[in-house]
């Protein structure tokens, strides 16, 4: 196959996000391939704003998505939830015409400072997009828990355990393009 196209999606938007940091090992361990960062800083999905032409910065996401072979997502917990800059750009995927979330491959990997590491926020990112007939990669959920103390200061993971979990996620991810 040609090199394969990686589609990041942090759903924190802060540069120094933990979220961010496991994305980026986990697209280090994949090996070769073209990465884009998405940006998910987007507007809010409003139905009047749809009406009048969907956003470029929208349009932007929509067009990687669709040129994509897998979406590396990060997925953090807000009050035991999914973050609204996912929710929203997820929002914003669903009503693509056609839409280009359905059947597209996906990891979810998850980052937080409490004691699950954003378990519950996993699940409900997992769940939205079982619905919208998003192939997730599954396996044991990936969950960095007390975020601070797993990343070093290179932002690279220093916890084996949760390094070889990211690994052979992305291994069997390599294996299904
Ligand atoms: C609005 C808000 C709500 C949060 N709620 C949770 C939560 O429910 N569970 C949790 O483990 N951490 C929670 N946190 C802490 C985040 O896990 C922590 O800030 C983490 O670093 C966010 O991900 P990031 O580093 O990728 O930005 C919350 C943080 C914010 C800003």
Known sequence: MSTPVLLTMSGSLRKGSYNRM?????????GEAEVIEGDLD????????????VP???????????????????APEYNKG???????????????????????IAVILSAAGGRTGGE?????TQSILTQLQVNVVHGPLILV????????????????FLKGQVADRMARLRQML
Do not use: C
Request: charged share 25%.
């Open 22 to 30: 496991l994305i980026a090992e986990a697209v280090r361990a994949f």
């Open 42 to 53: 987007l507007p809010l999905f409003n139905g009047d704003v749809e009406d009048a032409g």
């Open 56 to 74: 470029a910065k929208v349009q932007t996401l929509v067009d990687q998505v669709a040129r994509a072979d897998a979406l590396i997502i990060g």
């Open 82 to 104: 999914i973050s609204g800059v996912l929710k929203n750009a997820i929002d914003w995927l669903s009503r693509s015409k056609p839409p280009v979330l359905k059947d597209k």
């Open 120 to 124: 519950t926020g996993h699940f409900m």
């Open 145 to 160: 828990a007390a975020a601070p103390k797993e990343f070093g200061e290179d932002g690279a993971l220093n916890n084996d």
